[in-house]
């Protein structure tokens, strides 16, 4: 089966520019479990971030990552 759609991944970014562990998955559907899989592995092997900045100071700062999957037949 094929799957067209997009896994919407929540994680914070902390001070540092680090990727926090606790990365959270909202999906289009419950159809692609190894989307949702791939989508946590792709956020939590990033690289480092610039991290936000307030007043002057880095501060963390909530991300959501739309992530699109989509299939071709071949």
């Known amino acids: 089966e094929k ?3 997009y896994e919407y991944v929540n994680f914070t970014i902390n ?3 680090s990727v ?13 479990p190894s989307c949702t899989d ?3 592995s792709l956020v939590r092997d990033m ?6 900045i307030r007043n002057g100071r880095p501060v ?8 699109n ?5 071949e």
């Open 3 to 5: 799957y067209n759609g």
């Open 15 to 17: 001070a540092d520019g």
């Open 20 to 32: 926090d562990s606790n990365v959270e998955v909202m999906s289009d559907s419950d159809l692609c």
């Open 38 to 40: 791939a989508a946590i």
């Open 47 to 52: 690289p480092d971030w610039q991290p936000a």
């Open 60 to 67: 963390a700062t909530e991300i959501t990552l739309p992530i």
């Open 69 to 73: 999957f989509r299939f071709f037949n």
